[in-house]
């Protein structure tokens, strides 16, 4: 598999605090790619650092097209649609507006709708909720609004910041068998911040452990599942 996106020397800082000290790591084109660690370890910031919304040094390159210069705006149209923790939708707005935002970047009339419909064949539920508010959706439909307004700008790589986050088991196992469903039909890459390790290895094929703002640990999903280490502390057994 060819790489989607390549970042080498990955630093990033809030004010004079730097949290990433240079990571060095790739995702392949239409993977799915976790990272690991604890709390604060920098995993949202790696996101955040990578769609341009933290002070970033470093190369990060999409297609082989450097991004590291580009604003947040300029890299969501080139193909990277985040889906931030806390979801970010228009409370006030209904759901289909929320979509609708998300094309915000296209003028495809014919072809916005097309994946409207998409987005409702995968989230069968949006649709029955099209005209209601965003701020009334239940937790895990305001979370599926969130996938489906970033499915909205045809991204190549989807950035997933804490899906789960406040969802009850059986919705995140719905959830996450729909976002499955998305990267294998759509061919559309995920790197996948998630607090739930062994749910995250389960969709993910590559894993990075990341420790205060350094990858410690990468490899395949199955060769993470071994790591003695991350069993002991992501894992539980
Ligand atoms: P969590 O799972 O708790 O969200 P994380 O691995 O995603 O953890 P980050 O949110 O990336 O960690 O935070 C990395 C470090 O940067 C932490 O020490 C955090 O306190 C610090 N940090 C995060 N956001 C800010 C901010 N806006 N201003 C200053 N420091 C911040």
Do not use: C, W
């Not at 959830?175 to 969709?203: P, R, T, W, Y």
Request: hydrophobic share 40%.
């Amino acid at each position: 598999m060819s790489h989607l996106l390549e970042v080498k020397g990955l630093e990033a800082s809030y004010g004079p605090t730097k949290v990433l000290h240079g990571l060095d790591f790739s995702l392949d084109k239409g993977g799915v790619t976790t990272i690991l660690g604890a709390n604060g370890a920098g995993k949202t910031t790696t996101l955040r650092a990578i769609s341009g919304m933290v002070t970033r040094k470093g190369s990060i390159a999409l297609d082989g097209a450097e991004l590291t210069n580009l604003q947040t705006s300029d890299i969501t149209r080139k193909g990277i649609a985040h889906v931030p923790e806390g979801r970010g939708t228009f409370v006030r707005m209904s759901a289909e507006d929320n979509l609708r935002l998300g094309s915000y970047s296209r003028s495809d009339k014919a072809g916005i709708a097309e994946d409207m419909e998409r987005v409702y064949n995968y989230f069968p539920i949006l649709k029955q909720r099209r005209n209601q508010q965003a701020g009334t959706l239940s937790g895990g439909e305001a979370q599926m609004l969130a996938v489906g307004r970033a499915l909205m700008l045809q991204p190549k790589l989807l950035l997933l910041d804490e899906p789960s986050f406040g969802l009850a088991p059986l919705i995140v196992q719905e959830l996450f068998e729909i976002l499955k469903k998305i990267n294998v039909q759509e061919g559309v890459s995920m790197l996948l911040v998630e607090q739930n390790a062994s749910l995250a290895l389960d969709l993910a094929d590559h894993a990075y452990l990341l420790e205060t703002g350094n990858i410690v640990i990468s490899g395949t999903s199955e060769s993470i599942l071994e790591n003695e280490t991350v069993r002991r502390s992501y894992l539980g057994y």
